[in-house]
């Protein structure tokens, strides 16, 4: 399939409430067929500062017809995430971070008000 060029793999995803920004580095980059490394390192929208919480969230990537070829559920990290994915083919795919919850070192309970969904693209070419 062709790989309309002006569309190109996200690197900065801003979720659509909450206001927490997810920078992305692929390696290899740009992404290829076969396994990838995704790392994600979430921070705050507005004033750019690092999260000083564990980020709970799921990853999915999807093909244009909605079939979804890499779901991970329930991530916890802090600081920067590094995940393995496996692309299967040229295209361009739809790459979702849905932020779930955070959690300060001193909270007994999740925040769950900044929960939000970062929508993005994946360009395998």
């Known amino acids: 399939p062709q790989v309309n ?10 979720t659509d409430t909450g206001g927490i920004h997810a ?10 067929i076969g396994e990838n490394t995704l790392s994600i390192n979430f921070s705050d929208a507005l004033s750019g500062n690092r999260l000083n ?7 999915s990537i999807r093909t244009g017809s909605g079939e979804e070829i890499v779901s991970k559920n329930n991530i916890t990290i802090k600081g920067i995430s590094n995940q393995t994915v496996s692309l299967p083919s040229e ?18 309970l999740p925040d769950t008000t900044r929960n939000g969904i970062a929508r993005g693209f994946v360009v395998v070419s």
């Open 91 to 108: 295209g361009i795919f739809n790459l979702e971070v849905e932020v779930k919850s955070l959690k300060a070192l001193n909270q007994t």
């Open 23 to 32: 920078s992305l580095l692929w390696n290899p980059s740009p992404p290829v």
């Open 53 to 59: 919480a564990d980020v709970n969230y799921d990853l």
């Open 5 to 14: 060029q002006t569309q190109t793999t996200s690197v900065d995803m801003v």
